[in-house]
């Protein structure tokens, strides 16, 4: 399914768009359609490994070492044995 939107943009970026594409208004669409899958798919996967890192801390219960050790970033083993 395809949709059509309209936005503006700075006058700096379409000045660079307009050089590099030209009259290929196909490849500019494409351009303009990967940048934007690339930005969400990141976006997504960070967000994910923030629902992740909660969600580890969140298993500790409080008041347990676990979580005293999850919540302040301690190591579980001592560095002089």
């Known amino acids: 399914?395809?949709?059509?939107?309209?936005?503006?943009?700075?006058?700096?970026?379409?000045?660079?768009?307009?050089?590099?594409f030209k009259d290929d208004e196909q490849g500019l669409n494409n351009f303009i359609i990967d940048a934007i899958r690339i930005h969400l798919k990141s976006t997504s996967l960070s967000e994910e490994k923030n629902n992740d890192l909660e969600d580890y801390l969140k298993k500790g219960l409080s008041g347990s070492r676990t979580y005293g050790i999850?919540?302040?970033g301690w190591e579980l083993c001592c560095p002089y044995n």
């Not at 059509?4 to 006058?11: E, L, N, P, Q, S």
């Open 1 to 20: 399914m395809s949709k059509k939107i309209t936005f503006d943009i700075d006058k700096n970026i379409f000045q660079l768009l307009e050089l590099r």
């Open 70 to 72: 999850k919540g302040q």
